[in-house]
T-cell receptor
Framework: DTEVTQTPKHLVMGMTNKKSLKCEQHMGHRAMYWYKQKAKKPPELMFVYSYEKLSINESVPSRFSPECPNSSLLNLHLHALQPEDSALYLC????????????FGPGTRLTVL | DQQVKQNSPSLSVQEGRISILNCDYTNSMFDYFLWYKKYPAEGPTFLISISSIKDKNEDGRFTVFLNKSAKHLSLHIVPSQPGDSAVYFCAARDSGGGADGLTFGKGTHLIIQP
């Protein structure tokens, strides 16, 4: 299994909803990442997990809450989002945080109403 | 302040000809560079990379050139094929900097015309 999967593919939520994005990989990678990509912009790093521990939080608002329950899974819990949080959320993994190549999932297209 | 710049939002090339995608960077600490290809509704797919100790890396139809003094890299695709039509992102990494994410350019939309 050489891919990163993400669910759901699309998500529409209201500003008072609580939802979660899920990411999974079975490549034995110990580093996992969340990126956010707005339209016509490059992906921007949000969080980095290394060996299931959060190692980097790039000043992301607390309404985004990451969780890494095990080495294969990465979640992003969403609560009280704003319409400007609408974006494509990409999950990626790499063998280690020191590894250069990161492998991306297909993303979740999030719309906040 | 954009540290990785792709100044051409789009590029149109005829099938069979060479496609050249350009990327400039400003952070001299970047020491590893990657190109990703992205189709609509899919995540970026790793294409080819180059370490700063090299000036060229080749993989089949894809060659990446790095000019460290000019802080410039380019991706050459030859011959270009219709399936190459996609958005290409240049990305860079400072492997010693402790920031483990990739810094991406805005992307260039490559259109291969038959």
């Amino acid at each position: 299994d050489t891919e990163v999967t993400q669910t759901p593919k699309h998500l529409v939520m209201g500003m008072t909803n609580k939802k979660s994005l899920k990411c999974e990989q079975h490549m034995g990678h110990r580093a996992m990442y969340w990126y956010k990509q707005k339209a016509k912009k490059p992906p921007e790093l949000m969080f980095v997990y290394s060996y299931e521990k959060l190692s980097i939080n790039e000043s992301v608002p607390s309404r985004f809450s990451p969780e890494c329950p095990n080495s294969s899974l990465l979640n992003l819990h969403l609560h009280a989002l704003q319409p400007e949080d609408s974006a494509l959320y990409l999950c990626a993994s790499s063998l280690l945080t020191a590894s250069n190549e990161q492998f991306f999932g297909p993303g979740t297209r999030l719309t906040v109403l | 302040d954009q540290q990785v710049k792709q100044n051409s939002p789009s590029l149109s090339v005829q099938e069979g000809r060479i496609s050249i995608l350009n990327c400039d960077y400003t952070n001299s600490m970047f020491d590893y560079f990657l190109w990703y290809k992205k189709y609509p509704a899919e995540g970026p797919t790793f294409l080819i990379s180059i370490s700063s100790i090299k000036d060229k890396n080749e993989d089949g139809r894809f060659t990446v050139f790095l000019n460290k003094s000019a802080k410039h890299l380019s991706l050459h695709i030859v011959p270009s094929q219709p399936g190459d039509s996609a958005v290409y992102f240049c990305a860079a990494r400072d492997s010693g900097g402790g920031a483990d994410g990739l810094t991406f350019g805005k992307g260039t939309h490559l259109i291969i015309q038959p």
